[in-house]
């Protein structure tokens, strides 16, 4: 016979044991939880790279029970697809370029305000600086990425004029010329200068610059490197005009359907110290792709202090308007950038 004291230490020991498998992160899941990462760049880029490199750190920090399977160059969609992709769940995370989805992303937007990633002396803050601070804001944006956890964004503020023959150094150096843009935003500075906002291909931005189609191009070094710009380009002009954001984002019901400790992991290992560490990247891309440009012998300089003044007095007019237009919708643009600027001033 067992007596009532065994029976109910037995059911004791046995709450106890389910309690310590159920507070177990891990333990005795039925198979790995699989999730589904899309980007549309290419499979040498930095941040392929980087989403592999972290996909890795969540599987050894899980055990292997959180199993990230990156699918670059577009494989799952075009690039203006990759924020839907993750929004509607077809993939689980997405990295995306705000700008290649004019309008959709309206406050986002007005982070490429004319040199507001720029310090006191007027150089551009660094990609990690910014990224760090763009992270920062994910809570002022959260409307815009409804659907989706944001975990991070990366800004890179530096940007140049990629010019077949011509220096710019002032606006008036670009009147009347053909430039293509990076952005909606870009095109109405462009626009503000008296150039022309040509849209063409990245692919093939060097094959119209060098044949006289435009005149130049808005890119950083490293894009402009990785689209072999330096074969076309004799002049570059550097400077910290405009900032969109790269996003990482999570589907909502993707995250919040994970058991805790995939959360934590996930949380953990992004945030504002992930944009930090993945705009690092950006930098030392950017660092390396001006090196391409000089050892092609582009004369490359920099537009930085009082210089960047004219550019930004014409520019802030179009910038105005948009503002104005955003508040008129109830969009709180003024407070956005109003922060934006207290957070730089401490960067």
Not at 45 to 74: C, M, Y
């Amino acid at each position: 016979m067992i007596s009532r004291r065994t029976l109910l230490g037995t059911a004791a020991a046995g709450a106890t044991v389910i309690a310590n498998v159920i507070a177990m992160p891990g333990v005795l899941r039925a198979a790995p939880v699989k999730l589904k990462l899309s980007h549309y760049l290419p499979p040498k880029h930095q941040i392929n790279t980087e989403l592999n490199r972290w996909a890795g750190e969540l599987k050894q920090k899980s055990n292997g029970e959180l199993d990230i399977e990156v699918f670059p160059a577009g494989q799952m969609g075009p690039p203006p697809r990759q924020f839907d992709l993750a929004r509607t769940g077809v993939a689980d995370i997405s990295f995306f370029f705000t700008a290649l989805v004019p309008g959709r992303f309206p406050l986002s937007e007005v982070l490429g305000a004319p040199f507001l990633f720029t310090n006191a002396a007027g150089k551009p803050l660094s990609a990690a600086q910014a990224s760090f601070i763009g992270t920062n804001l994910r809570e002022d944006l959260a409307a815009e990425f409804a659907g989706t956890e944001l975990l991070y964004s990366v800004l890179s503020p530096t940007v140049g004029f990629f010019m077949r023959d011509k220096q710019v150094k002032t606006p008036d150096d670009l009147k009347g010329l053909k430039i293509r843009p990076t952005s909606t935003t870009m095109g109405s500075h462009l626009k503000s200068w008296g150039a022309v906002p040509t849209t063409i291909a990245p692919a093939e931005v060097s094959d119209a610059i060098a044949k006289g189609v435009v005149d130049g191009a808005i890119f950083n070094c490293e894009g402009g490197a990785a689209f072999q710009l330096h074969h076309s380009v004799k002049k570059v002009s550097m400077f910290g005009d405009s900032a969109a954001p790269f996003a990482l984002v999570m589907n909502s019901g993707a995250f919040k359907g994970l058991p805790k400790d995939m959360q934590k992991l996930i949380t953990d290992t992004t945030g504002p110290e992930g944009g930090r560490r993945v705009g690092k990247l950006y930098d030392d891309a950017e660092a390396a792709g001006r090196k391409v440009f000089v050892e092609a012998g582009v004369e490359v300089i920099d537009i930085d202090g009082a210089a960047i003044e004219p550019f930004k007095k014409l520019a802030d007019v179009p910038t105005q308007e948009q503002i104005t237009a955003l508040e008129a919708k109830g969009m709180k643009a003024r407070a956005l950038l109003s922060k934006v600027r207290g957070l730089v001033a401490q960067a």
